[in-house]
């Protein structure tokens, strides 16, 4: 009885990690923790003369690429075109996914016309969208993890941005390919993901960085 108990506990605990865990690298939090790395790695790269502004950068990509996605899926939910804002089926995930494409594309469009954006950032917002655009197809067949795509995107942007700025950054490739793995290991807990598509997340994710690497630049 007591082993029973403790067993349940555990799993108790590891559904509630499981869940902080997909909140805090939500797929619509990732683009503001790839700026939040390159103005830490390269803060060169930010041309702003003042602390504020680039504050006001950050603000702005929070907006763009996780406030409104997230507003346009409570609407969507408030007047009952989708059951859940959880989006737990396929259909339900249609719409928010070209929400989504058309923010991550606006903002690269932005990002081709700003003199002081990095080039790295272009690649990933292009990549996200390329992603996204190839997800919403596969979505079709299966559901796709969106944590997954997300978390590819980021392990493959940082590793290009070695690449690009001929910088080591072995210890963020290390810490990002850590937490790729521990987000997958969270939504195998808490979701109805299969291998193939949590595998298929991350292989969307990984090939459309490489993609837009090789376009953008």
């Known amino acids: ?25 939500h797929p619509l939090f990732i683009p503001v923790y790839f700026f939040l790395f390159l103005v830490y790695q390269f803060p060169y790269e930010f041309t702003v003369s003042m602390a504020f502004e680039l504050k ?13 996605p997230a507003f346009a899926v409570f609407l969507l939910w408030r007047l009952n075109f989708i059951h859940s804002i959880f989006l737990k ?9 070209f929400i989504t494409m058309f923010f991550y594309w606006w903002m690269y469009y932005l990002g081709r016309t700003m ?25 079709n067949f299966i559901k796709i993890s969106l944590h997954a795509i997300a978390m ?3 392990m493959m942007a940082i590793i290009l941005c070695s ?13 990002i ?4 793995g521990v987000v997958c290991t969270a939504r195998f807990i808490v979701s109805n993901h299969t291998n193939e598509e949590v ?18 630049l």
């Open 1 to 25: 009885m007591q082993n029973k108990t403790e067993i349940n506990i555990t799993g108790k605990l590891l559904q509630i990690a499981a869940k902080l865990i997909s909140y805090i690298l």
């Open 56 to 68: 006001l950068k950050l603000i702005s990509t929070f907006i763009m690429t996780a406030f409104f």
């Open 89 to 97: 089926t396929q259909k339900e995930r249609i719409i928010p996914f």
């Open 115 to 139: 003199k002081d954006q990095p080039q790295m950032l272009k690649v990933f917002y292009f990549g996200i969208f390329i992603s996204t655009a190839i997800g919403v197809i596969i979505n």
């Open 152 to 154: 590819g995107s980021a």
């Open 163 to 175: 690449f690009f700025y001929h910088t080591p950054l072995s210890e963020a490739i290390s810490i």
């Open 177 to 180: 390919t850590v937490l790729t």
């Open 199 to 216: 595998y298929t997340g991350i292989s969307v994710g990984i090939i459309c960085q490489i993609l837009a690497y090789w376009f953008v």
